[in-house]
């Protein structure tokens, strides 16, 4: 009897081991350790320490209009970026900002709906609400206000501005609206 009373006590002591010794972490090398977490964290850390370093900070011009809407007037702006299109993106937000009391966006009230660059291709897929739609001056300084903001990046050689995924012949129905606008028109 004393006999597989200490086999019971065993096999319990051997089974509690083993449930324990199953909740540890998992370390690289497969076995288990409590500084596993340690390990893992420091990965994170290194994966946000190669996320700053692709981080980027550029200074821009940007283009918006004087208070009677006349004129382009350059304005500075400086955008944090990742890769190029969260640059070209971060420009065309710089585009809509309206935070200079003496200019004025034209783009502030129009929508960005997608944005990708191919080959040298910027295409800009915007929406634009009937309170941003402007008379034909406006819809032409607009225009020049967006190829001078995007066409200051020199990998860009092409626009393609887009309404609602769509190539439209006018973009606010008074200039025609050239498929794919080139840097040099």
Same mark, same amino acid.
């Given at each position: ?13 051997? $089974? ?49 209009? /004087? %208070? ?8 500075? $702006?400086? +955008? ?5 299109? /969260?640059?070209?993106?971060?420009? &065309? ?7 200079? %009391? ?14 990708? &660059? ?21 819809? #032409?300084?607009?225009? /020049? ?5 995007? &066409?200051?990046?020199?990998? +860009? ?6 309404? /609602?995924?769509?190539? #439209?012949?006018? &973009? ?14």
């Amino acid at each position: 009897m004393k006999k597989s009373v200490c086999i019971t006590i065993l096999l319990c002591v051997i $089974a509690m081991v083993g449930v324990a010794c199953g909740n540890k972490p998992a370390t690289e090398s497969g076995g288990s350790s409590a500084s596993g977490r340690e390990m893992n964290s420091g990965v994170d850390g290194t994966d946000k320490k190669a996320e700053q370093v692709n981080n980027q900070t550029e200074e821009i011009v940007v283009y918006l209009v /004087d %208070s009677q809407v006349t004129e382009l007037k350059q304005s500075k $702006a400086e +955008i944090n970026y990742t890769n190029d299109i /969260d640059k070209y993106e971060k420009a &065309f937000k710089a585009l809509q900002s309206n935070s200079h %009391s003496d200019l004025v966006s034209l783009w502030n009230k129009i929508e960005l709906n997608a944005m990708k &660059f191919h080959e040298g291709v910027l295409v800009i897929d915007v929406h634009i609400p009937d309170e941003a739609r402007l008379g034909s001056s406006g819809e #032409l300084l607009a225009l /020049d206000a967006l190829k001078e903001t995007m &066409f200051q990046f020199k990998e +860009i050689n092409n626009l393609d501005l887009l309404i /609602d995924g769509k190539a #439209l012949e006018s &973009f606010m129905g008074h200039s025609e609206l050239e498929h794919p606008i080139s840097r040099n028109q």
